[in-house]
């Protein structure tokens, strides 16, 4: 099968977030399983020549090769996309990011014919190019090469959704006709990402729980009933994870490497740890980690709420990351009443965050809602216990027998969850146990692919 991938940003060239790690990993594991990827992406200022060793195609694309052979595509317009950030700047979105996304859109599908590539699957992710199927079934729809060519839309977090003023549609160079409830219209805006779910033939999100959850009033984000209409096209899959990188056994940023065969090892990188953040080294005593972006969505909110009570019990806890100025000031607050039970770093630092997976006991991550989540899925791998609220991608992962999960979400549910995992932690066998089915678990890319695959195959019978 011929697949194209378009997106935003993909690792290792661009990246904002989980989007690009799905674009990055996904192709290896399709060309693995024997399929015919291409990606095409913008190419922003950060793309430099040689360090990917890129090509020209003609003016305005060139490509870099990735894997065995997938190539990828670099859609080129210096106004557009020579930019210090992707989508945005301090003062928020970039005011043409519709110019910009419609051009990358286009001019993806006008490539394909360049290079030839006649694809059987065009695989889009996120807003930024949900115009691809737009335009597939309206402005290209007579164009004999793309008459067999289906598409698969990819929602990563359906609260970002493209919304644009009205005033801006004609830019999109669509007929008028298509701004109405039934098309791109959206309580008087433009919605590109409603667009994507109305031309696409079939639609998923990234862990079977939230394809269900963004089909209710509460996280559907006022799509609930676009996705009602496509509910026999929507389905869930859950991103993998690259364990070339999330790897306990050669993980270069450990002191200590260790395996599920032999997990010893892994006491020395909680000590490493606790040394490191200047905590005191209490092997006895739980270390609690959390990295992400400090923000309410992420369950800053009942975190806040439990703090004081939290940091009363005989536990640890690294934080890092970097989010929302109130749950900045909270923590400073407490890491000065506290200075011995909660160490903070607010930045983004990728040795940490080894460090944090592998030398933690318990990751905590109380997300209100998560697409998919990957914390839970990297702290599994190195034998650190997820504690997590019951929602998306944490429901579909963990479970009683892989971590601490609570379903209510409450500051008071939260505490109580851990203390259940203080309790678990003190008995030793107990604990041994939970580190082994812990690290056991696989979320590799392989199966991923597949039911991707399985998926291209369903489009293409549309």
């Known amino acids: 099968m011929k697949i194209a991938i378009c997106a935003s940003e993909v690792v290792p060239f661009a990246k904002t977030g989980g ?5 990055g990993a996904l192709p290896f594991a399709l060309e693995d399983a024997g399929q015919d990827v291409i990606i095409i992406m913008p190419k922003y200022k950060s793309i430099q020549e040689p360090k990917f060793k890129i090509s020209k195609v003609r ?26 950030s992707l989508y945005g700047d301090k003062n928020g979105d970039y005011p043409d990011n519709l110019s910009r996304f419609s051009f990358f859109s286009r001019t993806a599908l006008d490539l394909l014919k360049e290079i030839n590539f006649k ?14 199927p737009v335009y597939l079934k309206t402005l290209y729809k007579d164009e004999p090469f793309y008459k067999k060519m289906r598409t698969v839309l990819t929602i990563h977090n359906i609260g970002y959704q493209g919304l644009f003023n009205r005033e801006e ?10 701004f109405n409830m039934e098309g791109l219209e959206f309580y008087g805006k433009v919605n590109i990402l409603k667009g994507g779910m109305i031309f696409s033939d079939i639609i998923n999100t990234v862990s079977e729980a939230y394809s269900r959850e963004i089909q209710g009033k509460e996280f559907g984000y006022g799509l609930e009933g676009v996705l009602a209409k ?41 000590t490493d740890l606790q040394a490191f953040c200047k905590l005191p080294l209490k092997k006895e005593v739980p270390l609690f980690g959390i990295v992400s972006r ?39 607050e407490m890491v000065k009443i506290y ?3 909660i160490s903070l770093h607010l930045k983004f630092d990728d040795t940490l965050a080894h460090k944090i997976y592998a030398g933690s006991d318990i990751f905590l991550m109380p997300s209100k809602y998560e697409p998919c989540g990957l914390g839970q899925m990297i702290s599994l791998r190195y034998g650190t216990i997820p504690l997590v609220f019951k929602t998306g991608g944490l429901a579909d992962t963990i479970n009683e027998k892989n971590g601490f999960i609570f379903d209510k979400y409450a500051s008071r549910d939260l505490v109580d969850t851990i203390k259940k ?21 696989n979320f590799s890319w392989s199966a991923s692919a597949k039911r991707y695959i399985q998926l291209y195959e369903k489009a293409k019978k549309k």
């Open 119 to 132: 694809a059987d699957i065009i695989h889009v992710h996120d807003w930024q190019s949900c115009l691809v």
């Open 294 to 332: 400090l923000a309410e969505q992420k369950g800053l909110d009942i975190l806040s709420e439990a703090m004081e009570e939290i940091c009363n019990m005989d536990i640890q806890l690294v934080i890092l990351g970097t989010g929302d100025l109130k749950y900045h000031l909270i923590l400073e």
């Open 169 to 178: 549609f004609p830019k999109l160079g669509l007929d008028w006709g298509l």
């Open 339 to 341: 200075p011995k039970v």
């Open 421 to 441: 995992s203080i309790k678990a932690f003190k008995d030793k066998k107990k604990w041994k146990n939970l580190i082994s089915v812990a690290m056991k678990c």
């Open 59 to 84: 003016q305005g694309a060139s490509y870099s090769t990735i894997g065995k052979d997938i190539k990828v595509y670099f859609i080129e317009n210096e106004a557009y996309f020579n930019r210090d």
């Open 230 to 270: 496509r509910k026999d096209d929507l389905f869930g899959i859950l991103n993998g994870l690259d364990y070339t990188i999330w790897n306990p056994q050669d993980d270069k940023f450990i002191l200590e490497n260790f395996s599920s065969a032999d997990p010893a090892d892994k006491h020395k990188d909680k």
């Open 19 to 23: 989007l690009a790690d799905v674009a």
